[in-house]
């Protein structure tokens, strides 16, 4: 027997298993459905941890704006999933004020550090025999941005003060917390390879050497103290007071290279989120250096077919997605950067002609290889977030550390790791992402925020990496094209593709080849076939498809849809 023919073979063994085990009938709506909407007229968080949704609408309820929410609940995720976050890493949020009518955009990612050149780092990185930055260590460290993303939001936005937010937190931290069962799988998976790392992760992240197991209590009090330095003294303890001195001392003291400087001197960026319209729908993300127009782009191509005609999950739509995407990732790989280095043609890239063009190279078969674009001629593990309060404000907000737990590195009593988002740099010297000091790297982060008729319409965000611009198009034509409702959306089967260039510039034979599409289960067998004779390559795994949270604002009943999906450990809840 073939090979393919082995794996047509298991596709149909496949098939009648899932039709023996599916998902129960439900009276109302889709049957993948997990449960119903959650519907509250006051207000509404969604978080992928319940004991944080709940820290939440708490806030929500003593008086709390959206933001206030948002900013208490992020403090408790950084403790309950450190797999996803924490205040060694970065924060985008999108913010809809109801007062001034407006949307506001923040970036409160951070830069690398000032002190290593391109030069050093290089040299650096001969000795470890790599030609790309570590996932791990010291060298893919920047300043973290989360902390300073808080005081930043809560000052143009917050009504409580701030130590009310954080206490909470505070108070799991110290009491100790119940760990949840996907939160406790990749805690697992993250303990052997973190824990070779300088400084504490051990002592601050295990039980007796052990990651904490579904359902123990897990305690850090070196984050309680922390938390509690920041809520007594303000941010300016995270980035110039005592908590500041003990990073410098201990990167010093380690081989690291961010210093007091790099602290002191870092700032957040209010930045105007960029939009395109998708069948009357405004959909807003973020300027680079995130990924997040790349959602913009892919919509811009997709707008041009019928895709509610084809049907959900057909192989035409999937083909047609998975084409458009790759033709996106060519332009992701080669404009998304710092714009303080680097002027990205945005208005080029967000152009309908451009977009009208891109897809006239999608053909009936798979591509096996594509090139970026020239848009110049028109002028991608993380936690997400997202609040409403009863004035009408909302908010989505993403914050991550990179990879899992990040880069691994613990600074004794502070109770949190250091992110690794500085692996994404390129080591490409004529590349839009090329490492510099004091320079964002690119992002995968990506808040998403939805408006209808010039009136808020969808907070939502799925987190995974490369997958987040490829799940926010699938929640958005999950909707608008497909008619599914809030938390539909979000349970249906997705796709991911694999193998498109990355801003790092890892160029293999595998991206040369067309890539692999991954899918769920439940994708039906005669399409797969028929995506497999366009020349797509099928894989199956298990996970790696985000983690979705989203609110809804129905302004003719002036009530708000929170959903959570079924993938996560997360509870959408109101009041």
């Not at 009491?175 to 051990?202: C, D, M, N």
């Not at 008729?453 to 958005?476: A, E, K, T």
């Not at 801003?503 to 040369?512: F, L, V």
Request: charged share 20%.
């Amino acid at each position: 027997m073939t090979k393919k023919n082995r794996l047509l073979c298991f596709l149909g063994l496949l098939s009648i298993y899932s039709s023996l085990f599916a998902a129960p009938d439900r009276i109302n709506g889709q049957n993948f459905a997990t449960r119903s909407e959650v519907i509250a007229p006051n207000g509404m968080v969604a978080t992928s941890q319940p004991l944080a949704t709940q820290i939440g609408l708490d806030i929500l309820k003593q008086g709390g704006s959206a933001v206030d929410a948002a900013i208490a609940a992020n403090a408790a995720l950084g403790l309950m999933e450190p797999t996803g976050n924490g205040i060694g890493g970065d924060l985008y949020a999108i913010v809809w004020d109801a007062k001034t009518q407006q949307l506001y955009g923040l970036n409160a990612s951070g830069r690398s550090p000032k002190g290593l050149s391109y030069r050093q780092l290089k040299k650096q990185l001969k000795k470890l025999n790599r030609t790309a930055l570590p996932p791990l260590g010291m060298l893919p460290i920047s300043v973290p941005g989360a902390v300073d993303g808080w005081f930043e939001l809560h000052q143009k936005f917050g009504k409580l003060p701030v130590k009310q937010l954080l206490k909470p937190a505070i108070d799991y931290a110290n009491q100790g917390f119940p760990v949840t069962e996907l939160i406790a799988y990749y805690w697992h998976r993250s303990v052997p390879k973190l824990s070779q790392q300088p400084g504490s992760f051990a002592q601050t992240f295990t039980l007796a050497g052990k990651a904490p197991q579904k359902g123990e209590i897990f305690k850090n009090p070196a984050l309680a103290n922390t938390l509690s330095l920041i809520a007594d003294k303000g941010r300016d303890e995270f980035y110039r007071g005592s908590i500041a001195k003990k990073i410098d001392q201990f990167m010093r003291e380690n081989g690291g290279y961010i210093r007091l400087k790099d602290l002191q001197e870092h700032s957040s960026t209010w930045v105007k989120p960029l939009s395109v319209n998708y069948r009357g729908y405004d959909v807003y993300q973020l300027p680079p250096n995130g990924q997040g127009i790349a959602v913009l782009q892919m919509l811009n191509i997709l707008e041009q077919y019928d895709l509610r005609k084809m049907g959900f999950l057909s192989e035409q739509a999937l083909h047609l997605m998975v084409e458009s995407k790759k033709l996106v990732f060519e332009d992701r790989a080669k404009f998304y950067a710092d714009l303080d280095f680097y002027q990205a043609p945005l208005k080029g890239l967000l152009s309908k002609e451009y977009a009208r063009e891109r897809a006239k190279l999608i053909g009936d078969n798979a591509a096996q290889r594509v090139d970026s674009g020239n848009p110049a001629l028109y002028e991608g593990d993380t936690i997400y977030l997202t609040t409403a309060d009863k004035d009408g404000n909302m908010v989505s907000l993403i914050q991550s550390n990179y990879r899992g737990m990040g880069s691994g590195v613990v600074v004794p009593g502070l109770g949190f790791v250091f992110q690794d988002r500085g692996e994404l740099f390129s080591m490409d010297p004529k590349h839009a992402n090329v490492y510099a000091p004091g320079k964002r790297p690119f992002h995968t982060i990506i808040p998403g925020f939805v408006m209808k008729d010039n009136q808020p319409f969808m907070s939502f965000g799925l987190m995974g990496g490369q997958m987040q611009p490829q799940g926010h198009v699938q929640i958005i034509t999950n909707i608008i094209d497909f008619g599914m409702n809030l938390q539909e959306a979000g349970d249906a089967t997705r796709w991911q593709h694999f193998g498109s260039s990355e801003p790092t510039e890892a160029h293999s034979a595998y991206i040369q080849e067309g890539g692999e599409i991954a899918i769920e289960s439940d994708i039906d067998y005669q399409t797969i076939r028929g995506l497999m004779a366009r020349g797509h390559k099928i894989r199956f795994g298990r996970g790696g498809y985000g983690g979705y949270q989203a609110i809804l604002y129905d302004a003719k009943n002036k009530v708000y849809f929170g959903a959570s999906e079924s993938r996560k450990d997360g509870q959408a809840a109101g009041y």
